[in-house]
């Protein structure tokens, strides 16, 4: 399947400003760059660094004045199904070793806090995939998606008290439910192909029988049809634009599109693998 992804980002720069951009498609095996631009108004000269996981870091340095950053791409993604009834989880002692660090609390991610809460609720439940699943879906039921009702302090424990929050918190509070249950969990910024309106769109992946698995608890957004950009454990380490000086953001349009017909299908009932 291929798609052509796009960001374009305005700011007003007030100072001298560093930004550390994170919006280009990452590079992964089953997620092929075909062709991309990335254009600076004004041009300045740029560093690049790739992370582990395939996030891939642009820093700029700016002075005063506007800003534009204009990004796009086409990407063809190469996912694969499988069967969620077959998928386990993967005991602690067989996950591979870089796994580990998405087993623990985070800054978003108080999986210490909700381990009481995740155990009595899910703990029950057959593991694996479909445990997994139940976990979203009772997000999907219980957590109101409220635009605006969230900023950037509010934490998987903010959204279980507040029961409302946007597609970052779903993520977060999905991810502390799965590693509460000793299941590796990470964030995922993407491109998202249905959602509307346009936007960067947050998911969740976990480890599940040797791969990593999309998760989406808002339904939102197909997952056949997300092109990652980066991973992390929570959205600290996966903002779109990190800022250090002062900056203040006047535009963001953000788009997606298919280049060939894509099959539709109700997100929670396929196994979507990315490595």
Known sequence: M???VASRL???VRETTVFILNIEAAALRNQKILAERLDLTPAVALDRHELDGGTRLVRVVVE???FEVDYEATVELSMYDADPATLRETPVAELPLEAIPFLNPSRYCESDGLARFAHREFGALP???QRVTAICNWIYENVDYLSGSSDSQTSAYDTMVQRAGVCRDFAHLGIAFCRALAIPARFA???AWQLDPPDFHAVFEC???GAWYLFDPTRKAALQGLVRIGVGR???DAAFA???GDAVMTGMEVSIAPLEEVEDEEPTVRAVGIA
Do not use: Q
């Open 64 to 66: 005063p004045g506007t």
């Open 10 to 12: 305005a700011y007003e």
């Open 189 to 191: 910024s993407s491109y």
């Open 242 to 244: 990190t800022i250090y």
């Open 127 to 129: 593991p694996g995939h």
């Open 207 to 209: 480890y599940l029988d």
């Open 234 to 236: 929570d959205a600290a």
């Open 2 to 4: 291929k798609f052509t």
